[in-house]
């Protein structure tokens, strides 16, 4: 098993839509647990840490399932905006790193 | 958060040249990571810059190939040596800022094309 999977998209939806993510992982030690969103060209950037008892950012929502080693990313009322990549990473590297999905490529369209 | 920048932004170089790709980091900080991004694929960990000895070198990744200097806190240098087509990919400084943070933070990404 990979130590880090994600859904494997694309995922192309309408403006409006609610979608959701998962990333599967390994580890289970793992202490740490982010979603990072990558626009084309672009480096990664953190969108928000993934919380054990979950955690809302406006229209987004992260939850951590431990039992099942997965985490989840929602976005409701999907903007166009919202275009992107969204990797998932989760502390535990070797040396201190960070360990990526590979990503899920979102395309919201009008 | 921490600013970082990274240059060049893009590159297009010959085989078996090498390019040294820049990494400045507007405050201190104690862990700076180097990745490699290829098309479609994730971010891959090469090796951690430390200061003021050798880096750590992820399986798969060597000095001869990939070497790091750290001279100090702020700043770190990868080179990708005796490049081939195969190195072409998007090269990317990492920081952690410590003090309690266990997030990342990445400078702006060097695409590295090798012809």
Do not use: H
């Not at chain 1, 647990?33 to 990664?44: H, S, T």
């Not at chain 2, 309690?100 to 590295?112: D, N, P, V, Y």
């Amino acid at each position: 098993r990979k130590e880090v999977e994600q859904d494997p998209g694309p995922f192309n939806v309408p403006e409006g839509a609610t979608v959701a993510f998962n990333c599967t992982y390994s580890n289970s030690a793992s202490q740490s647990f982010f979603w990072y969103r990558q626009d084309c060209r672009k480096e990664p950037k953190l969108l928000m840490s993934v919380y054990s008892s979950g955690n809302e950012d406006g229209r987004f929502t992260a939850q951590l399932n431990r039992a099942s080693q997965y985490i989840s990313l929602l976005i409701r009322d999907s903007k166009l905006s919202d275009s992107a990549t969204y990797l998932c990473a989760l502390g535990g590297g070797s040396q201190g790193n960070l360990i990526f999905g590979k990503g899920t490529k979102l395309s919201v369209k009008p | 958060s921490a600013v970082i920048s990274q240059k060049p932004s893009r590159d297009i170089c010959q085989r078996g040249t090498s390019l040294t790709i820049q990494c400045q980091v507007d405050s201190q900080v104690t862990m700076m990571f180097w990745y490699r991004q290829q098309p479609g694929q994730s971010l891959t960990l090469i090796a951690t810059a430390n200061q003021g000895s050798e880096a750590t070198y992820e399986s798969g990744f060597v000095i001869d190939k990939f070497p790091i200097s750290r001279p100090n806190l702020t700043f770190s240098t990868l080179t990708v040596s005796n490049m081939s087509p195969e190195d072409s990919s998007i090269y990317l400084c990492s920081v952690d800022p410590g003090q309690g943070a266990t997030e990342a933070f990445f400078g702006q990404g060097t695409r590295l094309t090798v012809v």
